[in-house]
C-alpha cells in the first residue's frame, strides 16, 4: 500500500506513475479530495479521462477499486445490498421440515449477514485490504434525483442504512470519485458535499504526452499527426466529438496497421475508432477527411 500523497507534485507523480497525464488543476482538487476526504465530482465529455483517474489512483494507492456503475433505475438494493431470498427460503424449508421452527428466531437468522448479498455501496463502508477502498460511482448522471437523494447519506457521513441491519459505517472513510458526462444537471445538494472539476479536452501538448504515455509504440510524426488530427477534428459539427479514449485508441489501431504516417485511405479505413456515430463518419469520409489532413500537415510544417 502506497501512502496518500502529501502534496500537489507527488499527485502529479502517483498519476504519471500509472501513465495518466493531467494538469496542475485537476492534480490540485485531487490532493484536496485525499487531504480533506471529500468526495470529489468530475463532470466533462465522454471519454476525457475522467473514470480513469479513479483507476490510477487505486492504482497508485495499491486500494480496491470498488464500482458502481449507474444506470436509468438504479436503486438501493442494487447500491447497497440485497438478500439471497434463494438461500432464505432453503433455511425456511430445512427448518419447517425439522419441525417446532421457532418462528422468531428463524427470523432473526434469516436477516443476517450470513444472508447479505454486499453491493458496491456496502462493500465499500467495510474495511479493506491495504487501506480505504476508491469508490467510483461512474456516469452519476444516468440515474433519477431519487437514487441522488439517497446518496446523500452515504457522501455525507460515509455509513449506509440497512432496515434489518442498522446504520453501518465505515471505519475510514473511502476515497470517493463521481463521474457525470452532463447528459442532465446533478443537483445542488449533491454537488455541495463534494469538491467538483470539470475535465475538459486537452490541448495539443497534454494530449501528444497522453498519447506517447499510453502508445508509446507510435513514432514523434505519426502521434503528432494523430492528436492534430483529433484537435481538429473536434472542431467540426458532429454529433459526437471524440475523446481522449478514441485519440488512444485510434493510435493503436494504426500501430497495430503498421502505419507510420496519415493517409486520406487510412483514414477513411479506420475513421471508426475515433467517431461513433455513421451520420459523423459519412460527414467526414473522402474530401473533408482529406482537406483536414491537408491542415494538420501544413499547421505542423509550419510549427
Known amino acids: 500500500m502506497t501512502q496518500v500523497p502529501e ?23 485531487v490532493f484536496l479530495s485525499l487531504k480533506l476526504d471529500r468526495p470529489l465530482f468530475l463532470e466533462g465529455e465522454a471519454g476525457v479521462g475522467k473514470t480513469e483517474i479513479a483507476k490510477a489512483i487505486a492504482a497508485g494507492l495499491g486500494r480496491r477499486l470498488i464500482r458502481l456503475q449507474c444506470y436509468e433505475g438504479l436503486d438501493a438494493a442494487s447500491a447497497v445490498c440485497d438478500w439471497n431470498f434463494a438461500a432464505q427460503m432453503i433455511a425456511i424449508r430445512t427448518a419447517e421440515a425439522g419441525g417446532g421452527a421457532d ?13 447479505l448479498i454486499e453491493r458496491p455501496l456496502l462493500a465499500a463502508m467495510r474495511p479493506q485490504p491495504g487501506g480505504a477502498p476508491v469508490l467510483l460511482i461512474d456516469e452519476l448522471d444516468r440515474t433519477d434525483e431519487p437514487f ?3 446518496l446523500l447519506e452515504a457522501l455525507s457521513d460515509f455509513q ?49 504526452e497522453i498519447v506517447l504515455a499510453r502508445a508509446p509504440e507510435a513514432t514523434e510524426r505519426l502521434s503528432r499527426e494523430v492528436v492534430a488530427f483529433v484537435q481538429r477534428l473536434r472542431t467540426e459539427d458532429l454529433f459526437k466529438k471524440p475523446g481522449v479514449a478514441e485519440t488512444i485508441d485510434w493510435a493503436k489501431c494504426l500501430l497495430a496497421l503498421d502505419v507510420i504516417a ?16 455513421q451520420d459523423d463518419i459519412q460527414k467526414i469520409t473522402g474530401s473533408p477527411a482529406k482537406q483536414i489532413l491537408d491542415e494538420v500537415r501544413a499547421g505542423l510544417a509550419a510549427e
Open 7 to 29: 502534496s500537489i507534485d507527488a499527485v502529479e507523480r502517483l498519476l504519471a506513475g500509472q501513465n495518466y497525464v493531467c494538469g496542475r488543476a485537476l492534480a490540485t482538487v
Open 103 to 115: 418462528r422468531d428466531a428463524l427470523r432473526a437468522e434469516l436477516f443476517t449477514e450470513d444472508y
Open 160 to 208: 449506509v442504512t440497512i432496515p434489518e441491519l442498522g446504520t453501518i459505517r465505515a471505519p475510514e472513510p473511502p476515497i470517493v470519485i463521481l463521474t457525470s458526462n452532463r447528459t442532465r444537471e446533478v443537483h445542488d445538494a449533491l454537488k455541495r458535499r463534494c469538491l467538483y472539476h470539470w475535465v475538459d479536452y486537452p490541448d495539443f501538448a497534454r494530449e501528444m
Open 262 to 277: 496519415l493517409s486520406p485511405e487510412v483514414i477513411a479505413d479506420t475513421l471508426g475508432a475515433i467517431l461513433k456515430y
Open 148 to 150: 441522488e437523494a439517497f
